[in-house]
């Protein structure tokens, strides 16, 4: 079956592509951008529908090094859904600079785009600086809408910069975005198959801590339980009276109410773990700005604070997402990224709301999708941050096995640690088949050691060595390696 004609049936599917424009430019430096920056850097719009008015913002930051189109290009959507890609993955995650309290940029040396070009993409409309001048399609707007536009504006990206379009491509996201990027994936591989221009030439995929099936992804029980941040009993009425696939399906599809039964859990789990943990992270430190404490004291006192808490533990600032919503609404920013020509009538923020409780397909299966991608010769990395409760490491391996089982593939090299530089990484396992005598890795499931559901900005250096891997074909690194 036809990837196309499989996304039909799950979705039920939207018509075919029309022309896109586009406004391409090159951004001559960021307020604040630190002096020394060789690579280029882009943004703009492309129209993805030009009769209903929608337009979705990118960024686009070329590889690091003398000659960029010898490496391949990326292209990283956010989840949520409804959250921003330039505002999580550019300049939170693994982007080249990440903005400071006072409004600098500082350099991140992690930066993907030392392996590889980057394309950050705010999808779908409503999204950060990406709009629709039809307000009523915020109103019943699916994952396979959002598949749709991703891929109008992939062949209007490449319109614009045609030169990217003989590059190796890969399709790259977290969380939500695991019912973003498949769905995508599927589309470029039948446009492949029914056009008669060039294939764009996607070899793979790679997906963070994703939600693929509601059904096993974000079951965060045991999770919680095992590292001590909720009772014997939370946990038991978790297991028998309301397990977190309940509680979101009833939050998505009854914008927020909850049944009696899972408001009750999710009290009890709310009291257990405090105001200051984080599902996302579970031992990651608490940012105060904007909380009542921080109102009653100096802000200086408070960034100090931040700035040494940071140091100390070998983290990013724990408020790095609060300094990444000043810097883009500040205009002269938008103005250096050629961003909201339209005077949106929103204030720029991660998330969109328009997308925060309501049921755009959250309870679809990607997992057969996943399945028929990896027959269509993709590789597929799936990788989880193991401080992470709400989509826990436990099930993405989970899911990993089971795909891994229904295509008959065999497990190479055991379950093991990899490597970033000297220390251990993570841990992997990689299936796959034999063929003329050679493993073959088709699938691969890494845990980032450390990491939260952000694995990039909580832990950069392993996951740019778990990139590079991967764009390279290959494992995670089994044995400890020197720089």
């Not at 929608?54 to 000659?67: C, G, P, R, T």
């Not at 189109?69 to 949520?80: C, D, E, K, R, V």
């Not at 009276?241 to 049944?259: A, I, P, T």
Request: charged share 20%; net charge neutral; hydrophobic share 40%.
């Amino acid at each position: 079956m036809m990837l196309w004609h499989f996304f039909v049936i799950v979705n039920g599917v939207i018509p075919l592509f029309s022309c896109c424009t586009s406004t391409a430019e090159l951004i001559t430096k960021l307020p604040g951008q630190p002096d020394g920056i060789s690579f280029k850097q882009h943004s703009g719009y492309i129209a993805t529908d030009s009769r209903l008015g929608h337009a979705l913002f990118y960024y686009f930051v070329e590889a690091d090094a003398s000659d960029p189109l010898s490496y391949p290009l990326t292209l990283w959507l956010a989840g949520g859904p409804g959250c921003s890609s330039l505002g999580q993955g550019a300049f939170k995650e693994h982007g080249p600079f990440r903005p400071a309290r006072d409004g600098s940029l500082m350099k991140n040396e992690f930066s993907w785009n030392k392996a590889s070009n980057m394309l950050y993409v705010e999808s779908p409309i409503s999204v950060g600086f990406s709009y629709s001048n039809t307000t009523v399609d915020y109103a019943d707007w699916k994952d396979a809408d959002t598949a749709r536009e991703n891929m109008q504006f992939l062949l209007g990206w490449f319109k614009e910069y045609p030169k990217y379009r003989d590059s190796d491509f890969y399709i790259a996201g977290e969380s939500y975005a695991g019912h973003y990027v498949p769905p995508f994936a599927a589309l470029v591989v039948d446009h492949n198959k029914h056009s008669h221009a060039n294939p764009i030439k996607l070899r793979g995929i790679a997906l963070g801590n994703p939600l693929l099936d509601i059904q096993i992804s974000i079951d965060g029980a045991n999770f919680l339980w095992s590292h001590g941040v909720i009772s014997d009993e939370t946990l038991k009425l978790k297991k028998t009276v309301c397990n977190d696939s309940r509680y979101w399906m009833e939050r998505f599809q009854f914008h927020g109410k909850l049944s009696r039964e899972c408001a009750e859990v999710s009290a009890k789990q709310a009291e257990e773990m405090g105001n200051f943990t984080d599902p996302f992270d579970v031992l990651g430190p608490h940012c105060f700005l904007g909380t009542t404490a921080v109102r009653s004291a100096a802000s200086s006192l408070w960034d100090a604070y931040h700035a040494k808490l940071a140091s100390r533990m070998g983290l990013v600032d724990p408020c790095l997402q609060d300094y990444i919503v000043l810097y883009l609404n500040n205009p002269r920013v938008q103005e250096a990224l050629h961003a909201n020509r339209t005077k949106l009538p929103s204030v720029w923020d991660i998330c969109s709301s328009a997308f925060s409780l309501r049921d755009t397909g959250i309870g679809d299966n990607i997992i057969p999708v996943l399945s028929a991608l990896i027959k269509e010769h993709l590789r597929v990395l799936l990788f989880s941050g193991d401080q992470d409760s709400r989509i826990p490491l436990t099930q993405t391996r989970t899911i990993a096995n089971l795909i891994a089982r229904d295509l008959k593939f065999s497990s190479f090299g055991g379950y093991a640690p990899w490597y970033d530089r000297m220390q251990v990484g993570g841990w992997t396992q990689s299936f796959g088949r034999s063929r003329k005598g050679k493993n073959v890795t088709c699938l691969t499931f890494a845990t980032v050691r450390g990491a939260a559901h952000e694995v990039p900005y909580s832990s950069p250096s392993q996951a740019l060595t778990l990139f590079k891997a991967f764009l390279d074909g290959s494992s995670p690194p089994k044995v400890p390696f020197k720089n």
